[in-house]
Nanobody, 124 residues
Framework: QVQLVESGGGLVQAGGSLRLSCAASVRKFSTYAMGWFRQAPGKERERVAAISWSGGNAYYADSVKGRFTISRDNAKNTVYLQMNNLKTEDTAVYYC?????????????????WGQGTQVTVSS
């Protein structure tokens, strides 16, 4: 069983930065692909970023490309999402997700495990 715990969310002004962390309680974290998704009120869950098990391959949604960076530290069983130049439209609950596999995955249904989410609110 994989347990994921997100942290680092909060309230920030537009243009500011936050770094989200997702700590995984799992053996062999390095064998899991990880992803970040977000869901705003009244909207469907959407992909944000994803990273392969080794960290060598990553994906970004067009809406965050150039502003967000996903990374992982396999020694710490943690994946990060550095968010810079935040915009009001980035306001959402952010979730991390995990699944076994060597690539990266960008569809929510492809993931087996989910964290509880962390709220990110960007004010104008």
């Amino acid at each position: 069983q994989v347990q994921l715990v997100e942290s680092g969310g909060g309230l920030v002004q537009a243009g500011g930065s936050l770094r989200l962390s997702c700590a995984a309680s799992v053996r062999k974290f390095s064998t899991y692909a990880m992803g970040w998704f977000r869901q705003a009120p009244g909207k469907e869950r959407e992909r944000v970023a994803a990273i392969s098990w080794s960290g060598g391959n990553a994906y970004y949604a067009d809406s965050v490309k150039g502003r967000f960076t996903i990374s992982r530290d396999n020694a710490k069983n943690t994946v990060y999402l550095q968010m810079n130049n935040l915009k009001t439209e980035d306001t959402a609950v952010y979730y991390c997700a995990a699944r076994g596999g060597v690539g990266y995955y960008i569809i929510p249904s492809e993931y087996n495990y989910w964290g509880q989410g962390t709220q990110v609110t960007v004010s104008s």
